[in-house]
């Protein structure tokens, strides 16, 4: 996707707050409920990127208040910074981003606030300010200081946070800059696709956490890794030295400070395989701290699907198996990353989905699954500039109520705006929620449904046999919310069942 550019005359200036926005199913600034810290929150790396570069551009001084942690609703001295800063990473956070907006405007006028981010850079200008009126919108390219960049660390902004703040991040998963870019070009995606993978100073950034992680007295860390596609450098073309250069980076830290690691990452199942090939590479990835890959395993089941897609071999599916078997012989753990749904699904192969993925948990005894309902247009996939799409009365609706975008969330089911059509809808949720309890019953599941934002006022979201499913998890996890739920108030009782299930991760 080609970013608009814009000036670094755009960027923010002076004293500057990034403003990370709750996650989007726990904000409540438009309710009023009470606020609820993350269990589960992230260290949001890429406004700490952004911040770095701005210091480093000599735009001034940048401090971050993070939504997942504090309570926005309880910060009124916006007008005390020359600028606010807010990240929108992916299409869902267009929700709590415009609900931060709304809040921070009531303090400062809305040209003194920026949005940047995946999701804010990849909307058209009228989008932006259909959604964002009197903001600036902020790309990447205004902030590219080309090969520069991709050195720049993150550890003098980790410390600008409080000492509470910090030690939460660093005893959960944190984020690793690894890579970014993906040769291949998935319709779904809305991510840095059909580029070469660029590499962060994955040494230095890492170091950085650990040195920090020890002087916590914390000797253990976990990541989730970057990368789109960790072995493509594997495949033809690639450069294998800028893999192991940084596996063995990996290392030398982990030896040099005494922190262990440990990362997950995704990869494309014919990538892994080609990397199955090169001699003595499998020993660095454990020795680094490898412990799960993420497999996108979107349209094995069915050729048909994955030339729609565009993945760009129909060997997925054989390449999965012999991927698979080679994880689980090497004591790492292959997890099952299925997107479907996507509009030329019928319940033919939706069937053949179901019996791979389940076909997978039941071959592979230390297989995991996620699976997730397909959102066949977002912010910065090729899809969401097609005309039908643009015409659409579903697309007029979403950008009249931009609640609506965490519907657009692939941990949320299929719902009003992601499945127009309420049959296909109720199709796609029935083998969504089939596919999650068998995973549930086999207590191999890192994936939780959530319940979408309703348009109408009774919503068609499943089926009698899908929600008899679908309440058997939900009381699993939410006992109490279980003996009252209905077929019919699932809209109803969205808020409390999207915090008590557990959070994707």
Request: aromatic residues 10%.
């Amino acid at each position: 996707m080609k970013l608009p550019q814009v000036s670094q005359n755009n960027l923010p200036k002076g004293r500057i707050l990034f403003v990370h926005p709750p996650y989007v199913h726990y904000s409540q600034l438009s309710t009023g409920a009470p606020f609820l810290r993350d269990p589960s929150p992230f260290l949001p790396v890429a406004p700490l990127y952004a911040g770095a570069l701005l210091e480093e551009l000599g735009q001034g001084h940048v401090e971050y208040f993070d939504g997942q942690l504090h309570d926005l609703s309880q910060k009124t001295d916006f007008d005390e910074y020359d600028e606010i800063a807010i990240a929108v990473m992916g299409a869902q956070n267009v929700a709590p981003a415009f609900e931060t907006f709304r809040h921070v405007t009531k303090f400062v006028p809305p040209e003194r606030v920026s949005l940047g981010g995946q999701a804010a850079e990849s909307l058209s200008r009228a989008e932006f300010d259909t959604l964002f009126s009197g903001a600036r919108q902020v790309s990447r390219t205004s902030l590219d200081r080309g090969e520069h960049a991709y050195h720049v660390t993150v550890g003098k902004q980790l410390d600008k946070f409080p000492e509470d703040d910090v030690m939460t991040y660093l005893t959960s998963e944190l984020t690793l800059p690894f890579s970014q870019g993906c040769i291949f070009g998935c319709n779904f995606c809305g991510a840095q696709t059909r580029q070469k993978e660029r590499f962060f100073d994955t040494g230095s950034n890492l170091e950085g956490f650990a040195v920090r992680a020890k002087a916590r007295g914390i000797d253990e860390l976990s990541f989730y890794c970057t990368s789109l596609d960790f072995f493509q450098q594997a495949l033809k073309g690639g450069d294998l030295q800028k893999l192991t250069q940084r596996l063995e980076h990996i290392i030398a830290v982990r030896e040099r400070t005494g922190v262990n690691f440990r990362l997950r990452a995704l990869t494309r199942a014919d990538s892994y395989v080609a990397a199955m090939g090169v001699e003595g590479l499998f020993d660095l990835v454990r020795e680094a701290g490898f412990h799960t890959f993420g497999f996108g395993a979107d349209g094995a089941a069915s050729t048909t699907l994955l030339r729609v897609m565009k993945r760009g071999s129909d060997e997925l599916g054989s390449d999965l198996l012999r991927a698979f078997a080679h994880a689980e012989e090497n004591g790492l753990v292959p997890e099952i990353l299925y997107v479907f749904g996507i509009p030329e699904d019928t319940t033919e192969t939706l069937n053949e989905t179901k019996a791979l993925c389940v076909g997978l948990l039941s071959e592979f005894p230390h297989s995991i699954y996620r699976g997730f309902p397909a959102k066949n247009e977002i912010p910065g996939n090729r899809n969401w500039r097609k005309p039908g799409w643009l015409d659409s009365a579903t697309y007029r609706t979403l950008l009249s109520d931009p609640r609506l975008f965490a519907n657009l969330g692939f941990e949320a089911l299929a719902n009003e705006i992601s499945h127009p059509d309420p049959e296909q809808r109720k199709l796609v949720n029935r083998y969504a929620v089939e596919m999650s309890h068998a995973a549930h019953s086999m207590g191999r599941v890192l994936s939780y449904l959530t319940v979408p934002v309703p348009v109408a006022e009774q919503p068609a979201f499943m089926d009698a046999g899908a929600f008899e499913l679908f309440h058997d998890i939900v009381n699993r996890y939410a006992p109490q919310i279980a003996s009252e739920l209905t077929i019919d108030n699932i809209a109803d009782l969205r808020g409390p069942l999207n915090e008590l299930i557990p959070k994707d991760k």
